[in-house]
Each structure stands twice: as structure tokens, then as C-alpha cells.
């Protein structure tokens, strides 16, 4: 079945610094992938899409400057948190897709601490 | 905006209960739905899905799905857990022309020996 590697799965750093969060889909081509963060108790709120080749789209109340979001393949996706403060703290989680009638593959998330 | 919700926060049964989740969407028109577990420590999987045809639909692990446009409701069952089941359960819904999945706010259960 479908396979979506993310990584780190766990990272901490210091307030100021940036993190680097990579997404790959390891055995289909991902037209879509999406970005999530759920804080404790709480649902996936999702971040951001991704499109291949194209800018990505932000939700509301995101913000585009701090969390970059890269696609550069089908098989690629980065999210960058930069100047990374306590409170972005929390499970980043990836998802990927072919299309809708495909269905969704989650990454297993990665836990960002900022000290 | 579309939203799901999840009524039951956190379930407690004991193995060989049975289980219902509930699951509510807002959103008048066509829709696709997902049940989905996270066990602990580990990734979203995909239980079930409904895109069109049979309103009961069946998933992995022997749990099913219901879906009842009148009610807008697509409840998760399983006639009877077993300890392996404890997780969080997530229903999501697909709406339109979109490709975004929106969640609910996920249903611990803990099922005892």
C-alpha cells in the first residue's frame, strides 16, 4: 500500500533557529500533499496545500512567511518553521495524495519542541 | 465552511462491547467520508470510506460505517472491541470539488480487559 516517510519524527530546538520537516511519498507519485498540526486533545487542523511545481496554498490565520512549504517533486515536500518560537511547538503531520479518489496517506508526524 | 463533529471525547467499554462513534457533518451538499485510527505512537489509517452507493460501509478490522444523508451523519460501529482497538478515531469529511480533508476533534477510546 501506500507510504508516506516523515522526518524527523521528533525534533528539538532553540527559540530563533530554524526546522526542517521532509514528507516523501515513498511508492506513488503525490499530486497534493497537505500540511497538518494538531495540538494536544485537539483535531488536525490543516496548514497548508501543496501542489507540485506551485506555490502553496494557506489556510487562514497561517502564516506563509513562517511556515515555508516546499514541493520541489512528486515525491517531495518540505515544511520549514522559521525563527521557530515556544509556541509553534506541537505534531506537525504530512499527508499525501494522488487525487481524491485515490485517498489520503498520513506521514507519522513529527514532534517539534522549541526551548 | 464545512465542519465535522465528534460528540463522544473519550469512550471507556470493556472487550466485547459494542461501539458507536458519532459523527456529524455541515454541509448540504455532496460529500465524500473517512473514518480514520491513530494508535498510539502511530501514523492516521484509514478504517473506511464513503464516496456513493451502499450507505453501510464496511472496513478494515471489522468495524462499518453508516451513512445517513438526512441526518448528515456517518456514525463508526463495531459489534464487539477487543483491547487492540484502543485509539483515537477521527471522522473527516471531502466535501465539492474540494481536496481538502476537514477533521473532527478525534474520540479517545480505551477498551479494558
Known amino acids: 500500500g501506500a507510504v508516506v516517510s516523515q522526518h524527523p519524527s521528533r525534533v528539538i530546538c532553540k527559540s530563533g533557529t530554524s526546522v526542517k520537516i521532509e514528507c516523501r511519498s515513498l511508492?506513488?507519485?503525490?499530486?497534493?500533499m497537505f500540511w497538518y498540526r494538531q495540538f494536544p486533545k485537539q483535531s488536525l487542523m490543516l496548514m497548508a496545500t501543496s501542489n507540485e511545481g506551485s506555490k502553496a496554498t494557506y489556510e487562514q490565520g497561517v502564516e506563509k512567511d513562517k511556515f515555508l512549504i516546499n514541493h520541489a517533486s512528486l515525491t517531495l515536500s518540505t515544511l520549514t518553521v522559521t525563527s521557530a518560537h515556544p509556541e509553534d511547538s506541537s505534531f506537525y503531520i504530512c499527508?499525501?495524495?494522488?487525487?481524491?479518489?485515490?485517498?489520503?496517506?498520513f506521514g507519522s508526524g513529527t514532534r517539534l519542541t522549541v526551548v | 465552511a464545512q465542519s465535522v463533529s465528534q460528540h463522544n471525547h473519550h469512550v471507556i467499554l470493556s472487550e466485547a462491547a459494542s461501539l458507536e462513534l458519532g459523527c456529524n457533518y455541515s454541509?448540504?451538499?455532496?460529500?465524500?467520508l473517512f473514518w480514520y485510527v491513530q494508535y498510539p505512537g502511530q501514523h492516521l489509517q484509514l478504517l473506511l470510506k464513503y464516496f456513493s452507493g451502499d450507505p453501510l460501509v464496511k472496513g478494515i478490522k471489522g468495524f462499518e460505517a453508516e451513512f445517513i444523508k438526512s441526518k448528515f451523519s456517518f456514525n463508526l460501529r463495531k459489534p464487539s472491541v477487543q483491547w487492540s482497538d484502543t485509539a483515537e478515531y477521527f471522522c473527516?469529511?471531502?466535501?465539492?470539488?474540494?481536496?481538502?480533508?476537514?477533521f473532527g476533534t478525534g474520540t479517545r477510546l480505551q477498551v479494558t480487559l
Open positions: 473527516a469529511v471531502l466535501t465539492g470539488t474540494a481536496s481538502k480533508l476537514t
Open positions: 454541509y448540504g451538499g455532496t460529500v465524500n
Open positions: 499527508s499525501a495524495s494522488q487525487g481524491k479518489n485515490y485517498g489520503y496517506t
Open positions: 511508492d506513488f507519485q503525490a499530486t497534493t
